[in-house]
């Protein structure tokens, strides 16, 4: 599914990019271009980064393991 269609740019890549490092929907127009015509994907970006955050922070992070809390 299409998240930002200006730029024609879907969820797997977006995920994706949060994958390879992109915390912050700043991130995200930078490195895949989205966001930075029209502005209507914003909303969604930003609920998309919560998310992952959230996730990252359900997780414990060891010296080799991260381990669900
Ligand atoms: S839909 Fe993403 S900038 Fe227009």
Do not use: H, W
Request: hydrophobic share 30%; glycine share 8%; charged share 25%.
């Amino acid at each position: 599914m299409y998240v930002c269609i200006c730029q024609g740019v879907n969820e797997k890549t977006i995920r994706s990019a949060m994958e390879q490092g992109a915390t912050t929907v700043g991130d995200l127009k930078r490195c895949a271009g989205v966001g930075t015509a029209c502005g209507q994907c914003l909303p969604r970006l930003d609920e998309m980064v919560r998310s992952c955050q959230e996730s990252r922070r359900s997780f414990r992070f060891t010296d080799t393991v991260a381990t669900p809390v």
